[in-house]
């Protein structure tokens, strides 16, 4: 009896032991469906970046970064093909250098998506320069400027939308997806419906062409579940930007009250905060990864109030020890 006992022990102890060791049979491996590296899009730290690329870089991957999303302002006939001075040979040797990997980038076709004009003059080159960083995805990371304060109605997303199938269909050629990146503005309700523009761009665009990186932010930031646009949209979502929320700034804006403020008027009140310290569950979000489709994580601050460096490694910690947990 006390051998049988004591064996019991031992064996449990054994197997509480061997939950604890990394690779082992019992070992925790968390939710399967979650990418296993962590990004950074590197706008966040675009001051840093036009002072001193190489060591941003190499500071970026020293905290742990796996990936970076670039992004790109394209300047039309006086383009010079740079990102912070390099041009994509230099960029891609450095972040091989750095051990970095640069799955998507964000690039500009304001023209391109602007009913009434639809000009792709812009669209060619930057595809080129995706492609030759290596990158899989080409993100439009904004709806165009001039739209920003207009009463947009239900043929402006819709023209948006076959362009961006349009366009799926060159960066099919280059091996590269196309996707869209959201703000505020689309989840805004239409002048002429009570649909938004972001749920006709999701009805209207190829899934087999066009996919699109979630701004978890921007959308809990507007009133919108990242729960429920997964499920209205299952598999879409192959990229989110991870930014959190000031807990003393969540009023949404979208909310009754916003309709006639400027766009500058409601941006510059945002306020963000931290992975982990603001007010988004993140982990109710990340629990939801398969029907997301997610592949890629972003971590993004558009703006910080404290040290760069020292924002991004609290960014990055949160996401590693806790979310991919």
Known sequence: MHTSR????????????????????????GNK???????????????????????????????????????????????????????????SALLKQYHLTTPSGHYQLNDYLTRGNGNADALQPQIELAAALGQQYFIVPVLPLSLWDKKLVADDY?????????????????????????HYWEFKKLADTDSTGYDIMLKE????????ELDLFWAVKSGRDPITLFKEAPGRFVAWHVKDMDKNN????????????????????????EVGTGSIDFSKIFAQAKLAGVKHLFVEQDKITIDPFQ???????????????
């Open 250 to 273: 969540t009023t949404s804006l979208t909310a009754a009250g916003t309709e006639n403020k400027t766009s500058m008027e409601l941006l510059s009140g945002v306020t963000f905060a």
């Open 205 to 212: 665009t190829d899934p087999t062409l066009v996919s699109f």
């Open 6 to 29: 004591r064996s019991f022990i031992q064996q449990t102890g054994l197997m509480a032991a061997g939950m604890m060791l990394p690779g082992s049979i019992f070992a925790m491996t």
């Open 33 to 91: 469906a979650l990418p296993k590296k962590i990004g950074l899009q590197l706008y966040t730290l675009r001051e840093e970046l036009a002072k001193d690329a190489k060591g941003t870089l190499a500071k970026v991957a020293g905290i742990g970064y796996n990936e970076v999303e670039t992004f790109y302002g394209y300047q039309g006939a006086a383009d010079k093909g740079e990102f912070w001075g390099l041009k994509p040979n230099a960029l």
């Open 158 to 182: 819709k023209f948006m939308a076959a362009q961006l199938n349009k366009a799926g269909e060159i960066c099919k050629k280059h091996h590269l997806h196309i996707g869209y990146h959201n």
């Open 311 to 325: 924002s991004v490694t609290t960014s990055y910690k949160y996401v590693k020890n806790v979310l991919l947990k």
